[in-house]
């Protein structure tokens, strides 16, 4: 029956796509005035944003980890997605707004206006986002 399922699909592989559901809804940040955006949204809630280079491998396995973090617990986190190579300008505001040494890749937790976490490299993959909900 292999070929078959391989051919026609099979029920393992519908359910195999649903366990790799991602609960994450990536919001773009593109311009130096959505940071004061995100200030006024994180007096309510945290909020997330992540640092990415596009063309490093470390970036590509560790986006990859952050993402296989979002159960459906955290659907509801606000988490801003920062391409480096086209915007170094926003990720130098980053730096200078929040008071963080610049990494990549790299996530940042917004609370009340201040970044309250970050962690680069592989440590992202151990954040603990329950802390922030």
């Given at each position: 029956?292999?070929?078959?399922?391989?051919?026609?699909?099979?029920?393992?592989?519908?359910?195999?796509?649903?366990?790799?559901?991602?609960?994450?809804?990536?919001?773009?940040?593109?311009?130096?005035?959505?940071l004061?955006?995100?200030?006024?949204q994180?007096?309510?809630?945290?909020?997330?944003?992540?640092?990415?280079?596009?063309?490093c491998?470390?970036s590509?396995?560790?986006?990859?980890?952050?993402?296989?973090?979002?159960?459906?617990?955290?659907?509801?986190?606000?988490?801003?997605?920062?391409d480096?190579?086209?915007?170094?300008?926003?990720?130098a505001?980053i730096?200078?707004?929040?008071?963080?040494?610049?990494?990549?890749p790299?996530?940042?937790?917004?609370?009340?206006?201040?970044?309250?976490?970050d962690?680069?490299h592989h440590?992202?993959?151990?954040v603990n986002?329950?802390?922030?909900i």
């Open positions: 029956m292999g070929i078959f399922n391989s051919i026609f699909g099979s029920k393992e592989n519908e359910t195999s796509k649903e366990e790799e559901k991602t609960f994450l809804n990536w919001l773009p940040l593109t311009s130096i005035a959505q004061e955006e995100i200030k006024a994180s007096k309510t809630a945290s909020i997330l944003i992540f640092k990415d280079s596009t063309r491998g470390i590509r396995i560790v986006i990859k980890q952050f993402e296989a973090l979002f159960t459906k617990e955290f659907q509801g986190m606000k988490v801003y997605y920062l480096l190579l086209n915007h170094r300008d926003i990720s505001e730096a200078n707004t929040f008071e963080v040494i610049h990494q990549s790299q996530l940042l937790v917004i609370k009340n206006g201040t970044s309250v976490h962690a680069s440590d992202i993959a151990n986002l329950s802390r922030f």
